[in-house]
């Protein structure tokens, strides 16, 4: 993971990296084409229940114990109370082609690559894979398919996993998912690549009692990731949905994600149910995210970039969370119930369609600023200051920064509607604020300036602890004690009776503020 440097005096935030440039800063996943080997040349091994069959000289059978020790590609059908086994040459590639298999080993994993170079799972037909638990619990393969080798998934049959013991899928070094039909009901992770774990296709449906979708190697800031290219991918945890140790890149597919019972369920004080996790960087360039937490719905330890694609969220806590920086510049992203809807140290909208709902404040500028987007976000010193409710906590500017330089931005919030405990700065984009109905928050709230030089703003809320912009604003404004009911219309007219904004309130108000490039100050409106 690259790092990225921000700086809150200047104004100017450099965004977190491209989706591109984080790939290329981590290490390259390996994987098996299907065009790297040759179907046709399989040997077929025959499973008979407590045994098996084959010609194939690279296999050896033992009992209920198959095990396969020379590179090529294998055939494997019928039934098995027992475990393969693949203890090849550490350059060995090795492809198994489960056609109609069902593999069941009720002492352990039922699949256990001890030794190779890659790792192929070719899927045809139905199949199912069962574990249990092994005599010695301290043993390494402690999945229903565990890998020491890179580890690639591909087919057009099906696969369903039963991971009695603890993790369904995984790879102590990549895991690799270009295509089938895949089921995974697991006691702990369902799909674990401990190096990378990328889904590039296929239809996956994962049930965990941990995470979703993990990697977690933390001795190498290059790996430890999460990459989404494709396929659709259903997720229900009672942990995270996702969670990559440094980055979670997303740059197609389609994700659904129910953690931790969902919003409805709200915050586990003991577990973390967030929805996406990732330590480093958490990016979206393209593809559609569906969320339900209990916890956040995006957190990143480090900065969150949403560049294109959708995301809709619901959660029992932040919508999106970043400890640094959150730049915005693209993505659709929909917020749908949150306590705070958008959080970050730095925040940056350039771009796309933001739609914020809040039962707090809708969008917070509360966090680091020293350690925005940084390669070591897990261990690094970081400044982080709390917002202490209303009123915006010690009224000191700490140096957050909210930055809104374009794109479409709704807020409707129960708390402050724009809240930073630094600054506030609005130079383009098109913001609607519909703050909060009680006097102890306001529409628009920040310990440092409120700048406004371009755009549209419109905020409309209560009246008690009402903000309005900086005088030295170079655009103009204007601010008025005028109250409504929900679904009142909010009109605003300049002397000759052009109408400015034309707006039906989400909620009842007392005040209105406004500006735009139409708003000259000294005129009356």
Do not use: C
């Amino acid at each position: 993971a690259s790092s990225s440097s921000v700086s809150a005096e200047s104004g100017t935030v450099i965004a977190p990296p491209t989706a591109a440039e984080a790939l290329a800063a981590n290490a390259k996943a390996s994987h098996v084409e299907d065009s790297a080997w040759d179907a046709s040349s399989a040997q077929a091994i025959t499973l008979n229940g407590s045994s098996a069959s084959t010609s194939a000289s690279g296999v050896k059978i033992e009992g209920s114990t198959v095990t396969i020790t020379q590179a090529g590609v294998y055939k494997l059908s019928g039934t098995l109370n027992g475990q393969v086994k693949v203890e090849a040459g550490t350059d060995a590639q090795v492809v198994l082609i489960l056609d109609g298999a069902t593999i069941t080993n009720s002492s352990g994993s039922a699949i256990n690559v001890v030794s190779a170079d890659d790792v192929v799972l070719s899927l045809n037909g139905s199949n199912t894979v069962t574990d249990g638990t092994p005599s010695d619990t301290n043993a390494e393969d402690n999945a229903a398919i565990y890998s020491d080798a890179d580890l690639t998934i591909t087919g057009s049959g099906s696969l369903t996993v039963n991971a009695n013991y603890n993790d369904g899928i995984t790879s102590k070094d990549d895991l690799y998912i270009l295509s089938g039909n895949i089921t995974v009901t697991s006691k702990d992770d369902a799909l674990r690549g401990k190096d990378s774990l990328t889904v590039a296709g296929g239809t996956i449906k994962l049930t965990s009692g941990g995470d979703g979708l993990k990697s977690d190697q933390d001795s190498d800031t290059t790996k430890g990731y999460v990459n989404i290219t494709g396929g659709t991918i259903e997720i229900t945890s009672t942990g995270d949905g996702i969670q990559g140790e440094t980055d979670v890149i997303i740059t197609g597919g389609e994700t659904t994600i129910i953690a931790g019972g969902g919003a409805s369920s709200g915050k586990d004080s003991n577990n973390s149910t967030k929805g996406i996790k990732a330590g480093v960087f958490l990016i979206e360039d393209g593809g559609e995210v569906t969320i339900d937490s209990g916890d956040d719905g995006l957190h990143s330890d480090g900065a969150i970039r949403l560049t294109s694609g959708t995301i809709v969220a619901s959660t029992a806590d932040d919508g999106i969370h970043a400890e640094g920086a959150a730049v915005l510049d693209g993505a659709k992203v929909t917020v749908e119930q949150s306590n705070e809807a958008l959080e970050g140290g730095l925040i940056t909208i350039s771009n796309g369609e933001v739609n914020l709902t809040s039962s707090d404040d809708g969008i917070n500028g509360s966090g680091s600023t020293t350690v925005a987007a940084v390669e070591a976000a897990k261990t690094a010193t970081k400044t982080t200051t709390t917002n202490n409710g209303p009123g915006g906590g010690s009224m000191q500017d700490t140096g957050e920064k909210i930055l809104i330089s374009g794109g479409t931005v709704t807020v409707n919030a129960g708390g402050d509607g724009i809240d930073s405990n630094g600054s506030v700065e609005i130079t383009g984009g098109n913001t609607i604020v519909y703050g909060p109905t009680d006097g102890g928050n306001g529409a628009l709230d920040s310990n440092g300036e409120f700048l406004v030089s371009g755009g549209t703003l419109l905020a409309i809320g209560s009246s008690g602890m009402a903000e309005s912009h900086s005088t030295n604003s170079s655009q103009g404004w204007l601010q008025a004690s005028a109250s409504g009911n929900a679904n009142s219309t909010v009109t605003i007219t300049d002397s000759s009776g052009k109408v400015l904004a034309n707006i039906k309130a989400a909620k009842t108000f007392q005040n209105v503020v406004f500006s735009s490039a139409e708003v000259s100050n000294g005129q009356s409106y």
